[in-house]
């Protein structure tokens, strides 16, 4: 059975956007920022500092980022016999594609009592061939992080077609392709490859083309999987062709058979660093046990990365057609511990996470229990001389308690949407009034 589509972040809304800031730059920018024109205002409401950390009086469900900021929770009360906190995997979590992306990192890693995220995962958007060369901007904030430590790493979806979401029939998917098998777009792979070298971040991992099996994007493999192999070998010889280059490309095809068996889109082991997959909580009524057993499912993406010599990886995984699924949460999480991938990112945004989506409580506390507080190293945790031991541990972590915003917009003005790139280089959420 097919995997149902799931609803994804739009890149197209920071262009929207800048026709918004268009109509009001001559207020904004003539009278200054707080500036109120007439019976209307127009402002910019800066982020919001970080807060105190308040007590939680009684538990409630996690908060969004973007809804108030998350403190950082005190450690869990250990057990009186005491415990050892394993090294995690390196993991990561998709939080926003644009610099909210990289600030929430931080924040998580609060929530998780200081488990660091070794990994940052973003797409770029495929609109347009200039987006895929990577337009000046987009990947600086996430070049920077990724250099802060040589533990890092940075993971990026790179589509291999522009209008890549634009439901673009079979037909003009298999020109497009042999397009491609012909050369036709080297440019602007070459162009892609150039600039991630200049920011210095030429080991990051390419997930290119990703869910290839699917009839989702115009990248697909379906219509010519010969010419789709031809393709991507190609995209991958002209970056590699850059000079500087460290690059790792990760074939990473979508759970199950889907449109087409993604073993038939496999381009070979010359050209494919990793072998990852996409795995979500779906269809509806699907056990995690047939998750793993199902053709083309999570024990068959181990066994043929074995097979050629590859690591493994989860690019995206989360909760889905099944709802708040706490047992498929503590099942993928004991698959990635037992499977070692060489980094996994989980979806954190509804329906798929845990963190920044509040529909999921019982699989948010799974979830935050098995991570939180895990070092590089591990260490053993100090025995408490008054500790209860008869409540789960997962009981036990403090629940982060949203603190009242230091910067609040005023009941005559509305905060408009703009977008995370607009509001970044704006400094914060344009507020305007509701008669401007």
Not at 370 to 393: I, M, N, V
Request: charged share 20%; aromatic share 10%; hydrophobic share 35%.
């Amino acid at each position: 059975m097919a995997p149902q589509r799931r609803k994804r972040p739009s890149f197209r809304s920071s262009r929207v956007a800048v026709v918004a800031v268009a109509v009001v730059a001559s207020a904004t920018l003539t009278a200054g920022l707080g500036f109120a024109a007439g019976p209307g205002v127009v402002r910019v409401v800066p982020p919001t500092p970080a807060a105190t950390p308040v007590p939680a009086a009684t538990p409630t469900t996690s908060v969004p980022p973007s809804a108030a900021p998350l403190p950082v929770p005190a450690s869990p009360t250990p057990s009186a016999a005491g415990s050892v906190r394993a090294t995690p995997p390196a993991f990561g979590a998709f939080l926003d594609s644009g610099p909210l992306g990289v600030a929430r990192m931080a924040q998580l890693s609060s929530w998780l009592g200081g488990t660091e995220l070794k990994v940052a995962h973003t797409y770029l958007p495929g609109d347009r061939w200039s987006d895929i060369e990577g337009a000046p901007g987009f990947l600086d904030v996430w070049a920077h992080w990724r250099r802060q430590r040589a533990d890092r790493m940075l993971v990026l979806n790179v589509p291999m077609q522009e209008r890549n979401e634009d439901g673009i029939g079979d037909g003009e998917v298999r020109s497009l392709l042999r397009r491609g098998a012909a050369g036709e777009f080297d440019q602007h792979f070459r162009a892609l490859a150039e600039r991630l070298v200049e920011l210095r971040v030429p080991d990051t991992v390419i997930v290119l083309g990703w869910e290839m099996n699917g009839i989702t994007y115009t990248h697909r493999c379906g219509p010519d999987p010969e010419a789709w192999k031809t393709y991507w070998n190609r995209i991958v010889t002209t970056m590699r062709a850059v000079p500087g280059q460290k690059f790792r490309f990760d074939f990473t095809p979508s759970r199950g058979r889907d449109a087409v068996p993604w073993t038939e889109c496999y381009p070979g082991d010359s050209t494919v660093d990793v072998i990852g997959m996409d795995s979500y909580d779906q269809p509806t009524g699907l056990s995690f046990d047939e998750q793993v057993r199902e053709p083309y499912g999570l024990q068959q993406h181990v066994d043929f990365a074995k097979a050629h010599g590859k690591p493994i990886s989860y690019p995206e995984w989360g909760l889905f057609r099944n709802g708040d699924d706490p047992e498929y949460m503590r099942r993928m999480l004991a698959w990635l511990d037992e499977h070692k991938p060489l980094y996994n990112t989980l979806t954190d945004y509804c329906p798929h996470g845990v963190w920044q989506c509040s529909a999921n409580p019982r699989s948010s506390r799974i979830y935050r229990s098995e991570l939180f507080g895990r070092t590089d190293a591990p260490t053993q945790t100090p025995t408490a001389t008054h500790a209860p031991t008869s409540t789960p541990p997962q009981t036990q972590l403090p629940t982060p308690v949203p603190v009242p915003t230091a910067t609040t917009p005023s009941p005559d003005c509305t905060l408009m949407d703009l977008g995370d790139w607009v509001e970044y280089w704006l400094g914060g959420e344009l507020c305007v009034g509701l008669d401007w």
